[in-house]
């Protein structure tokens, strides 16, 4: 009986931390870039099902950081996460990049933006 018990608890108390990706938008210079535009999306060579799902855009704050919560797509014993393009743009300049993103971790990348050729 103890160890039915213990079955249906243990689980419920280990708890999903967050999945996110922060990306920090800077210029050449170093400065941040407040207001950017960034846009993470998946593009795989052989996709299995709806790549698009995984799809986001956001402005960066202040601090010229944007942060996607990819909380909602993580499964608990998944093997890996995804790997993303990163597209940043701000009046004329623009800048790529790729982040990993590992489950229940912060991801960090810093993309640099250029005028655009």
Do not use: H, W
């Amino acid at each position: 009986m103890v160890l039915v018990v213990a079955a249906l608890l243990l689980p419920a108390c280990n708890k999903d931390k967050p999945t996110k990706a922060i990306i920090t938008v800077k210029k050449e210079d170093g400065t941040v870039v407040p207001d950017a535009l960034v846009k993470l999306y998946a593009d795989p060579a052989y996709p299995l099902g709806d790549p698009n799902r995984l799809n986001k855009e956001r402005n960066t704050d202040g601090s010229g950081r944007a942060e996607f919560d990819y909380s909602e797509f993580y499964k608990k014993g998944q093997s890996g996460f995804a790997v993303l393009d990163i597209l940043c743009t701000y009046d004329t300049l623009v800048g790529e990049g790729i982040i990993k993103i590992e489950e229940e971790k912060d991801n960090e990348e810093t993309v640099i933006i250029l005028p655009a050729e």
